[in-house]
Every structure is written in C-alpha cells, then in structure tokens.
C-alpha cells in the first residue's frame, strides 16, 4: 500500500511542478510582451533610407574601410531586428561555471532599445530567465529562477541607462548601419586600425573603442568602463570587452555569427558570455 502511496505522491508532484513552470512562462513572456510593446512605441522613423557612401567621407580611414567592406552603396538601413542565440554562459565570479542558455533578442534602432529575453539552464532542470534591456532611455537587468523568485532586479539608475546603451552600441555589428553618422554616432581618430565612437540617447552618452580586423570589419570593441557588473550590491565600473568573428553576409551586410563577451578584471579576463546567432530577421526603414 505504501508504495501506491509514494507512487501519488511523486505524480502529485511532477504534475504540481508542471502546473507551476507553465504559470511562471506564461507569466514571464507576458513580462515580455510588454517590454517589447514599449519598444515598439518609441520607435522614429529613419532619414536616410538608403545608404549613400558619399556619407563616410572625412570619417577616420578604418571606419571608412568598415563600411566601404560592411556595407554596399545603397544598402537600405537597418529599422529592426530579432535575433536568436544560443551558447554559454558563466554564472560564477571568480571561476569558470558555465551553463548552456537560449535567447531571443528584439532591437529598434531609432530610438536605440532592445530586449534580450534568455533562459540559462542550471542544475536539476531549473532556468534562470534573464530579461536584459534598453527600453525608452531607461536600462534594465531582470533575473529570476525559474520567472517566480528574483534573482535581480536593476532598472532605471543612471549605471544601468549606461551600461544597456553601451551594450546596444557594442552590438550594432549586427546591425551596422547603425553606425553610420546619419544614425547618430560620431567616430573620432585613434589610429590605422582602430576609432572610438561616441553615441547618445537623451541625457546618456556613451564611448566606445572599435578595433577592426585586417579585411577592415570590427574585431573587438572596448570600453574603459562599463558601469553595469554587479558586486555585492552595487554596480562597479569595470573595463568590458567584446569580440566577435565568423563573418557572414546577411541582407547584404558583413555580420559577425559569433562572439564572446569578458569583463577584464585585475586578475585578467573574464569572459562571461560566448554565443552564436542562429537566426537574424531584419526589417528595413521605408
């Protein structure tokens, strides 16, 4: 009798835990939906539509090779993307602990914003789900276990405003035409094979240094401090790396597939974050 007993307990609790996962889903991607429709309402529409080459002149001589390998004269500009991403991600601080994550990715480029909506998968089949964001000037870091108990949650302070505009600058080797003057960046000299650019969105303006390879695309992109990695209780200003590679043609664009993504730390690197795009679609302005 006291097995049929353990055995209705154990379907109790496996239908208990479904029940649950199914709530905490629904529940998250409605959190999803919203971030999304806030991001739809501030996009602007987007002057020039078309890429004209005659708009690099004067720029500094790597990002002219950037955009002249990048892009084609007449490429249409970039108004949208979703993207999504698989790879791995280190949930530990001070040493290699890495779990496998899926994501998907919504990003505007006027006004810049975006949505990266992840699943990390930890021990015993639980998922941290990850809500990373740059919505209508204001930045946000939502984590939670399982999309029931917080993890994290950091939103609005000028740390986070900062640290998401620099990642949606950062990542706008996806989007390249983002990086064009008539988006809004301005590129300053550094030297042959690297630039820093300058962006801003409201009261938030971030720089960033872009280094491009020998075929002249972006290899790696640095910042002296991106104010947004978490210690303790407070965000700390930390120098923040990316790197990209796998180029690939996408709409007629020079994209990179893959990339990884490292806080560089007193002891060295430390890398956080390595992915793949498994899928892009991007829609165009008009």
């Known amino acids: 009798m006291w097995i049929k007993w353990i055995a209705l307990i154990c379907l109790l609790m ?23 429709d806030r991001l739809a309402s501030g996009q602007r529409s987007i002057k020039p539509t078309i890429y004209d080459q005659k708009e690099i002149e004067g720029l500094p001589a790597p990002v002219q090779q950037f955009f002249r390998t990048a892009l084609t004269d007449g490429q249409l500009i970039v108004a949208g993307a979703t993207f999504t991403q698989q ?23 006027q006004r810049p914003g975006f949505d990266w909506d992840a699943r990390i998968q930890m021990a015993l089949g639980l998922n941290v ?20 108990v917080t993890l ?7 740390e ?16 390249p035409t983002a990086l ?27 720089s960033l ?21 978490t210690v303790g209780d407070k965000l700390v200003a930390m120098p923040w790396d990316c790197r990209v590679w796998a180029y690939t043609v996408r709409n007629g664009m020079q994209i990179p597939s893959e990339g990884e993504v490292a806080w560089q730390l007193p002891f060295g690197s430390y890398p956080y974050w390595i992915g ?4 892009i679609n991007y829609e165009f302005a008009s």
Do not use: C
Not at 129 to 148: C, P
């Open 209 to 229: 240094v872009f280094r491009f390879n020998p075929e002249g695309l972006i290899d790696t992109i640095h910042a002296a401090a991106r104010s947004y990695r």
């Open 276 to 279: 793949q795009f498994t899928e």
């Open 87 to 109: 790879g791995q991600f280190n949930m530990d601080e001070k040493k290699a602990k890495w779990s496998p994550f899926t994501a998907t990715q919504r990003v505007i480029t």
């Open 14 to 36: 496996l239908v208990g835990f479904g029940l649950v996962s199914l709530y905490s889903r629904s529940r998250w991607q409605s959190g999803t939906a919203t971030l999304r």
């Open 160 to 175: 986070a405003n900062q640290g998401e505009l620099m990642r949606f600058f950062a990542e706008a080797a996806w989007y």
């Open 129 to 148: 789900f990850v809500h990373d964001a740059y919505v209508l000037e204001e930045g946000t870091l939502h984590a939670s276990l399982l999309g029931l």
């Open 180 to 206: 064009l003057p008539s988006q809004g960046v301005r590129w300053d000299a550094i030297d042959d094979t690297s630039a820093r650019g300058t962006l801003t969105d409201g009261t938030t303006t971030v």
């Open 152 to 158: 994290a949650n950091v939103r609005g302070t000028p």
